[in-house]
Nanobody
Framework: EVQLVESGGGSVQAGGSLTLSCEAS????????MGWYRQFPGKEREGVAR???????RYGDSVKGRFTISQDNAKNTLSLQMNSLNTDDTAVYYC??????????????????WGQGTQVTVSS
């Protein structure tokens, strides 16, 4: 259905900033809940941020106040602005798309479609 391609990763000094982008094709970002995940070596993929179809956003505790997720419906893209980066942010970052569903009394995004990932490396 939807194909996702990330870009914008790279190397940055601690305290610096990066902006990741995700270009969608085959379907619209506006028709999905969208999110960013990251994966550390040898670890499970973890949620970073999500934006729902109503525009509401949520962030993982470790990035709250530093990262901002947004989408541009006209361009059919998703972005992640990352500020005040530290070495613990070093990971492969993935763009994801899904559908909202009820789970245990909560509304969650059932992510199903994933990009190929982009590496972010933060050095001290």
């Amino acid at each position: 259905e939807v194909q996702l391609v990330e870009s914008g990763g790279g190397s940055v000094q601690a305290g610096g900033s990066l902006t990741l982008s995700c270009e969608a094709s085959g379907d619209t970002v506006s028709g999905h809940c969208m999110g960013w995940y990251r994966q550390f070596p040898g670890k499970e993929r973890e949620g970073v941020a999500r934006i729902d179809t109503d525009g509401s956003t949520r962030y993982g505790d470790s990035v709250k106040g530093r990262f901002t997720i947004s989408q541009d419906n006209a361009k059919n893209t998703l972005s992640l602005q990352m500020n005040s980066l530290n070495t613990d942010d070093t990971a492969v970052y993935y763009c994801a798309a899904g559908r909202l569903r009820a789970d245990g009394g909560r509304i969650v995004c059932a992510f199903r479609f994933w990009g190929q990932g982009t590496q972010v490396t933060v050095s001290s």
